[in-house]
């Protein structure tokens, strides 16, 4: 049992939105890619928000939540979801 295998269970309800679908769908490598690079352009950006805000002003809260919630899926189907995730996430049927 590997390390992705231990931490899937902490992320299964994320996965399971994602996973759940039946039917074909279409995969691509690069969609994991890019999926990856999206979410660490979200996580940044994110980062950036909360270090101009100062982690003090309350108006920033919204964004640094939008931009760290769609990194964080983004990492988590990237790097632990299934190729029918990363498809159902693209759209890709």
């Known amino acids: ?12 309800p994320i996965l399971n939105l994602f996973e ?8 691509k490598p690069s969609h ?15 980062a950036a928000v909360l270090v101009v805000s100062g982690g003090t002003e309350i108006g920033y809260i919204l964004p ?3 931009f760290g919630g769609t990194g964080l899926v ?9 190729d029918r995730a ?3 996430i693209w759209g890709s049927r």
Do not use: H, N, Q
């Open 32 to 46: 994991r890619v890019i999926l990856l690079v999206m979410g660490f352009l979200f996580s940044s950006l994110a």
């Open 74 to 82: 983004s990492f988590v189907v990237g790097f632990l979801g299934t």
């Open 20 to 27: 759940s679908s039946e039917g074909p769908y279409s995969y």
């Open 64 to 66: 640094i939540v939008i």
């Open 1 to 12: 049992m590997g390390i992705k295998d231990s931490i899937r269970p902490v992320f299964r």
């Open 86 to 88: 990363v498809a159902k």
